[in-house]
């Protein structure tokens, strides 16, 4: 069992950045795929980005450019960066665990977190 704890969620302008963060009970590094996802209110758990045990990382095309996904092995923590924030990224952002070096899908994921949520004002 993996427990993952998010946080660096909150209120944040239009532009601004914000830096999640997600610390996992075990040692990650070498077994699990690290996703974020983010969830609007009324809308479907959507895929915003991935790093594999061996370090390929996938992204969203609604963040791709503005994020930077990556992890601290030694801290069983991996981080979310994103900058130029717009209103639609407000959502609750979870991190999840799995074992596909490409899962894009919730359901590729084993393992979510509780999520934090991030609001951007306009």
């Known amino acids: 069992q993996v427990q993952l704890v998010e946080s660096g969620g909150g209120l944040i302008q239009a532009g601004g950045s914000l830096r999640l963060s997600c610390v996992a009970s075990?040692?990650?590094?070498?077994?699990?795929?690290m996703g974020w996802f983010r969830q609007a209110l009324g809308k479907e758990r959507e895929f915003v980005t991935s790093?594999?045990?061996?370090?390929?990382?996938n992204y969203a095309d609604s963040v791709k450019g503005r994020s930077t996904i990556s992890r601290d092995n030694n801290r069983n923590t991996v981080y979310l960066q994103v900058n130029s924030l717009k209103p639609e990224d407000s959502a609750i952002y979870y991190c999840?665990?799995?074992?596909?070096?490409?899962?894009?899908?919730?359901?590729?994921?084993?393992?979510w977190g509780q999520g934090t949520q991030v609001t951007v004002s306009s």
């Open positions: 999840a665990a799995g074992r596909l070096v490409n899962g894009r899908r919730a359901d590729d994921y084993l393992y």
């Open positions: 075990i040692v990650t590094a070498n077994t699990y795929t």
């Open positions: 790093i594999s045990r061996l370090g390929t990382i």
